[in-house]
């Protein structure tokens, strides 16, 4: 039985706006879904629903096996939340706010106590554990936000965008502790607004657009489905194009070159060609300018099924030769 | 520079208009306090001492627009502390148009609104049952005063913003306010104070500047209260305005 | 309530008194402004108590037991925009994601401000005694602060339905004015034959005037079970009616 099961989910504003418009989605246990889709697409508004602050009106969920509508005190119980904002008490310190949160949920703060230092100690925060949390950086807040979800050790982790504006070494470190909850088996819920980060983590990818999603799957199988990597490649003076081309037609399919870009071919292989193909232009006597592997991206997806881009994504994923 | 003062001024008075939370405060705190302190005090006329009024309402009326135009006064700072934390003071700075007029512009704009604020409450009297009994010199005398007064605390307001440049501060300094306002002889007369208030409020320049407003509603106008509550008044205006101007170059100064 | 439950209360209200005992300064505003009003009040309408119907009583005695109540209004109120900070900051959903009963956290939020009250009471109380307000007996002295400490959660629920309504901070003058209005709108300055009709009228039907009068009673006289029992049961009714306010509110908040 999925751990997430969301059914025809629906939530229309009071003021009119339907904010989701009937999702279905299964998240098995144990796996990393990624939510993907930019800003005001219906992703906070689907988490909220999921973790019990609001109430759809329409539709069914169930997390860990019980209804988010009318059993929402079963669902807090199994779930672990860290929201967009990160809301902490800035008066207090890491450590009491690991043991405000045990105690919210049940756990005598005593108990947790080990959990608490190895979860604080696991974010890479335990210098800091005895300040207050008005003292943190914004990287170190997220961090600790994630411990306080872990400590009554949920079933499922609900993540809200949880890179959004953060320094790389945050990143990182978030990135690294879900890795780790897949390998102890925790169902992660994830959204995201980061190509990057979907493709990092996820085991599967729901692309919400205004409130529908609109594709689905592994990021592998998602990107299968838009295409093959190419290579562009961009030669140092004006050579002869025609006979460039001939010999790239050995490698693959050529498509329409992108502006700036001499010629552009198809793949299969991705990079394990880059170097047969600089062998074979430089025995023909062409200077290569530049040639970079492009792979598709859940961009090109998102692009391809609802004609707009993701923000922040509109270079494509490049790796430079 | 006048069409610069007055572009300033229609600017900041469409600010005030389209934000009720920062209108509202004007009108309701001062009703609130007018209600309580009538309805609890209103025997109070019989004490001796009390000068001779119709009624409390009569008498409260001018402590209550007092306390209207400070309100209004801590109102503009915070308008021009937020104008400042949002950046577009500077852009104003930045802009060639005179020092001067980017403090008149709100200023100009306080005092039409002390206009208002005048009217009002003399409306709400009438409408209430007090009189005022100075008639129609009467009540220019008051609006005089008050848009004067009006101008000054503005200028007081304007002046902490510029210094203290986030609004939180010039909100903080709300309660203090209230507090130099209630040791005058805004809400009670002066020879029924007791102590501290009764030594308090001879110094206290809102004490004249309140009897300047309240005589022309509760007798028919009398030179001294008058000209002492202008005095008050302009007193205010000038040295505010002048700190205000001081503080802008001060900011100035730094940027 | 069970012992998880009861855990969360303490840890909420345990947390609540972090802001008085973890910002040095912060708290000093709300402790001492009913001190200053009592202080205030007397200073400026001292006088009023040589009108026949106080009695024997003086202004100061009489006006204590407001600022008791004042400082219920001013804690309740606070709590309320307390709660609408954690809203906008989402710290509260934090505290609706806990599997414990929604009902326990209303429950925390709300008793720690009948705590947090007892600090500028007891200021207060130590300047009344030490300016030569009479001591109220220790049956009194007791059930002016139950009384004082059910007003302010009564407040607080007032306050915290306005919260989860509104959602911001800038329904802050909101819960203030109607506390200060629940408080002044009795025979806060007076005794009821004094009052103008009109709020001798209002305070008849406002429940706050026989809490008052069970605060004030051990100040004016002796506690009689004829003054206690009114007030038990206005603070009750308004508890109950706050109360369920409060829960609606916390009920449409995620729907």
Same mark, same amino acid.
């Given at each position: 039985?999925?751990?997430?099961?969301?059914?025809?989910?629906?939530?229309?504003?009071?003021?009119?706006?339907?904010?989701?418009?009937?999702?279905?989605?299964?998240?098995?246990?144990?796996?990393?879904?990624?939510?993907?889709?930019?800003?005001?697409?219906?992703?906070?508004?689907?988490?909220?629903?999921?973790?019990?602050?609001?109430?759809?009106?329409?539709? !069914?969920?169930?997390?860990?096996?019980?209804?988010? #509508?009318?059993?929402?005190?079963?669902?807090?119980?199994?779930?672990?939340?860290?929201?967009?904002?990160?809301?902490?008490?800035?008066?207090?310190?890491?450590?009491?706010?690991? *043991?405000?949160?045990?105690?919210?949920?049940?756990?005598?703060?005593? !108990?947790?106590?080990?959990?608490?230092?190895?979860?604080?100690?696991?974010?890479?925060?335990?210098?800091?554990?005895?300040?207050?949390?008005?003292?943190?950086?914004?990287?170190?807040?997220?961090?600790?936000?994630?411990?306080?979800?872990?400590?009554?050790?949920?079933?499922?982790?609900?993540?809200?965008?949880?890179?959004?504006?953060?320094?790389?070494? #945050?990143?990182?470190?978030?990135?690294?502790?879900?890795?780790?909850?897949?390998?102890?088996?925790?169902?992660?819920?994830?959204?995201?607004?980061?190509? *990057?980060?979907?493709?990092?983590?996820?085991?599967?990818?729901?692309?919400?657009?205004?409130?529908?999603?609109?594709?689905?799957?592994?990021?592998?199988?998602?990107?299968?489905?838009?295409?093959?990597?190419?290579?562009?490649?961009?030669?140092?003076?004006?050579?002869?194009?025609?006979?460039?081309?001939?010999?790239?037609?050995?490698?693959?399919?050529?498509?329409?070159?992108?502006?700036?870009?001499?010629? !552009?071919?198809?793949?299969?292989?991705?990079?394990? *060609?880059?170097?047969?193909?600089?062998?074979?232009?430089?025995?023909?006597?062409?200077?290569?300018?530049?040639?970079?592997?492009? *792979?598709?991206?859940?961009?090109?997806?998102?692009?391809?099924?609802?004609?707009?881009?993701?923000?922040?994504?509109?270079?494509?994923?490049?790796?430079?030769? | 520079?006048?069409?610069?003062?007055?572009?300033?001024?229609?600017?900041?008075?469409?600010?005030?208009?389209?934000?009720?939370?920062?209108?509202?405060?004007?009108?309701?705190?001062?009703?609130?306090?007018?209600?309580?302190?009538?309805?609890?005090?209103?025997?109070?006329?019989?004490?001796?001492?009390?000068?001779?009024?119709?009624?409390?309402?009569?008498?409260?009326?001018?402590?209550?627009?007092?306390?209207?135009?400070?309100?209004?006064?801590?109102?503009?700072?915070?308008?021009?502390?937020?104008?400042?934390?949002?950046?577009?003071?500077?852009?104003?700075?930045?802009?060639?148009?005179?020092?001067?007029?980017?403090?008149?512009?709100?200023?100009?704009?306080?005092?039409?609104?002390?206009?208002?604020?005048?009217?009002?409450?003399?409306?709400?009297?009438?409408?209430?049952?007090?009189?005022?009994?100075?008639?129609?010199?009467?009540?220019?005398?008051?609006?005089?005063?008050?848009?004067?007064?009006?101008?000054?605390?503005?200028?007081?307001?304007?002046?902490?913003?510029?210094?203290?440049?986030?609004?939180?501060?010039?909100?903080?300094?709300?309660?203090?306010?209230?507090?130099?306002?209630?040791?005058?002889?805004?809400?009670?007369?002066?020879?029924?104070?007791?102590?501290?208030?009764?030594?308090?409020?001879?110094?206290?320049?809102?004490?004249?500047?309140?009897?300047?407003?309240?005589?022309?509603?509760?007798?028919?106008?009398?030179?001294?209260?008058?000209?002492?509550?202008?005095?008050?008044?302009?007193?205010?205006?000038?040295?505010?305005?002048?700190?205000?101007?001081?503080?802008?170059?001060?900011?100035?100064?730094?940027? | 309530?069970?012992?998880?439950?009861?855990?969360?209360?303490?840890?909420?209200?345990?947390?609540?008194?972090?802001?008085?005992?973890?910002?040095?300064?912060?708290?000093?505003?709300?402790?001492?402004?009913?001190?200053?009003?009592?202080?205030?009040?007397?200073?400026?309408?001292?006088?009023?108590?040589?009108?026949?119907?106080?009695?024997?009583?003086?202004?100061?005695?009489?006006?204590?037991?407001?600022?008791?109540?004042?400082?219920?209004?001013?804690?309740?109120?606070?709590?309320? @925009?307390?709660?609408?900070?954690?809203?906008?900051?989402?710290?509260?959903?934090?505290?609706?994601?806990?599997?414990?009963?929604?009902?326990?956290?209303?429950?925390? @939020?709300?008793?720690?401000?009948?705590?947090?009250?007892?600090?500028?009471?007891?200021?207060?109380?130590?300047?009344?005694?030490?300016?030569?307000?009479?001591?109220?007996?220790?049956?009194?002295?007791?059930?002016?602060?139950?009384? @004082?400490?059910?007003?302010?959660?009564?407040?607080?629920?007032?306050?915290?339905?306005?919260?989860?309504?509104?959602?911001?901070?800038?329904?802050?003058?909101?819960?203030?004015?109607?506390?200060?209005?629940?408080?002044?709108?009795?025979?806060?300055?007076?005794?009821?034959?004094?009052?103008?009709?009109?709020?001798?009228?209002?305070?008849?039907?406002?429940?706050?005037?026989?809490?008052?009068?069970?605060?004030?009673?051990?100040?004016?006289?002796?506690?009689?079970?004829?003054?206690?029992?009114?007030?038990?049961?206005?603070?009750?009714?308004?508890?109950?009616?706050?109360?369920?306010?409060?829960?609606?509110?916390?009920?449409?908040?995620?729907?």
């Amino acid at each position: 039985m999925a751990t997430i099961d969301v059914r025809g989910l629906e939530r229309e504003y009071k003021s009119g706006l339907k904010a989701v418009r009937g999702i279905d989605l299964a998240v098995a246990p144990g796996e990393v879904y990624g939510f993907l889709g930019p800003n005001g697409a219906g992703k906070t508004t689907t988490v909220r629903m999921l973790v019990t602050l609001l109430r759809p009106t329409g539709g !069914s969920a169930t997390v860990a096996g019980f209804d988010v #509508s009318t059993e929402p005190a079963q669902v807090r119980k199994r779930i672990g939340v860290a929201l967009q904002e990160a809301a902490l008490d800035l008066l207090m310190t890491g450590r009491e706010l690991m *043991e405000l949160q045990a105690t919210l949920h049940g756990l005598a703060a005593r !108990s947790v106590r080990g959990r608490a230092d190895d979860l604080i100690g696991r974010v890479g925060l335990s210098q800091a554990a005895d300040r207050r949390v008005a003292t943190y950086s914004g990287g170190m807040r997220r961090r600790l936000d994630l411990a306080m979800a872990l400590v009554h050790e949920p079933e499922v982790l609900f993540l809200d965008e949880p890179t959004t504006g953060l320094d790389p070494t #945050s990143r990182a470190t978030l990135w690294d502790e879900v890795r780790r909850l897949r390998a102890d088996g925790t169902t992660v819920f994830l959204t995201t607004q980061y190509l *990057e980060e979907a493709d990092q983590l996820a085991d599967r990818v729901g692309i919400i657009a205004d409130g529908l999603i609109v594709a689905e799957g592994t990021p592998a199988a998602l990107k299968a489905e838009i295409g093959l990597p190419h290579l562009d490649v961009t030669f140092m003076e004006c050579p002869d194009l025609g006979h460039a081309r001939d010999l790239l037609l050995a490698f693959g399919k050529l498509r329409p070159a992108p502006d700036g870009v001499d010629v !552009s071919v198809a793949v299969a292989a991705g990079a394990a *060609e880059i170097a047969p193909v600089v062998r074979v232009l430089d025995e023909a006597g062409f200077t290569v300018a530049a040639l970079e592997l492009v *792979e598709p991206s859940l961009d090109d997806v998102f692009a391809e099924k609802t004609g707009r881009h993701l923000e922040g994504a509109a270079q494509p994923a490049a790796t430079p030769a | 520079m006048t069409r610069v003062v007055l572009a300033l001024t229609r600017r900041s008075l469409r600010g005030s208009l389209r934000r009720p939370q920062f209108l509202a405060p004007l009108v309701i705190f001062p009703m609130l306090f007018l209600a309580v302190n009538v309805g609890g005090l209103t025997e109070t006329t019989s004490l001796e001492g009390f000068p001779a009024v119709r009624g409390f309402l009569d008498f409260q009326l001018a402590g209550a627009l007092t306390q209207s135009l400070l309100i209004s006064g801590v109102t503009t700072g915070i308008a021009s502390a937020l104008e400042i934390e949002g950046g577009f003071f500077d852009r104003l700075v930045a802009s060639p148009i005179p020092r001067v007029a980017i403090v008149l512009g709100r200023l100009v704009a306080t005092g039409l609104l002390a206009g208002v604020q005048v009217l009002f409450f003399l409306g709400l009297g009438l409408l209430f049952g007090a009189e005022i009994v100075g008639g129609v010199p009467g009540v220019l005398v008051v609006l005089a005063i008050g848009v004067l007064a009006g101008i000054g605390f503005g200028a007081i307001g304007q002046a902490i913003a510029l210094r203290a440049r986030n609004a939180s501060t010039v909100q903080g300094i709300f309660p203090l306010v209230l507090v130099v306002l209630f040791v005058s002889s805004a809400f009670f007369p002066r020879a029924l104070l007791s102590a501290p208030a009764d030594s308090i409020a001879r110094f206290n320049p809102l004490s004249y500047l309140a009897d300047g407003l309240r005589d022309p509603i509760i007798s028919t106008v009398s030179l001294a209260p008058v000209l002492e509550g202008f005095a008050a008044a302009a007193g205010i205006a000038a040295v505010a305005m002048a700190l205000s101007v001081l503080a802008l170059r001060g900011r100035l100064r730094e940027a | 309530m069970s012992r998880m439950q009861l855990a969360v209360v303490a840890a909420l209200v345990r947390r609540a008194l972090n802001e008085i005992t973890r910002v040095p300064g912060a708290a000093i505003p709300g402790v001492l402004a009913p001190t200053i009003f009592v202080v205030g009040l007397t200073s400026v309408f001292g006088q009023v108590d040589r009108l026949a119907g106080f009695g024997e009583v003086d202004f100061r005695t009489f006006v204590v037991p407001v600022g008791f109540l004042q400082a219920a209004g001013f804690t309740g109120a606070a709590t309320g @925009v307390n709660l609408a900070r954690d809203i906008e900051r989402g710290w509260f959903d934090r505290l609706l994601l806990c599997p414990a009963p929604r009902l326990t956290v209303l429950t925390g @939020v709300v008793a720690s401000a009948g705590l947090r009250c007892l600090l500028p009471v007891a200021f207060l109380f130590a300047v009344a005694l030490a300016t030569g307000v009479p001591f109220p007996g220790v049956d009194g002295l007791l059930v002016a602060l139950l009384l @004082v400490m059910g007003l302010a959660s009564t407040l607080a629920c007032f306050a915290v339905t306005l919260a989860l309504r509104f959602r911001t901070q800038q329904a802050a003058p909101l819960m203030q004015m109607g506390a200060f209005a629940g408080v002044l709108f009795t025979p806060a300055y007076a005794p009821e034959e004094l009052l103008a009709g009109w709020l001798e009228a209002i305070a008849t039907v406002n429940p706050v005037t026989h809490v008052l009068a069970g605060v004030r009673q051990g100040f004016v006289g002796e506690v009689t079970w004829g003054d206690t029992w009114p007030a038990g049961l206005a603070l009750a009714g308004m508890a109950v009616a706050f109360g369920a306010f409060a829960a609606r509110g916390l009920r449409r908040y995620s729907s």
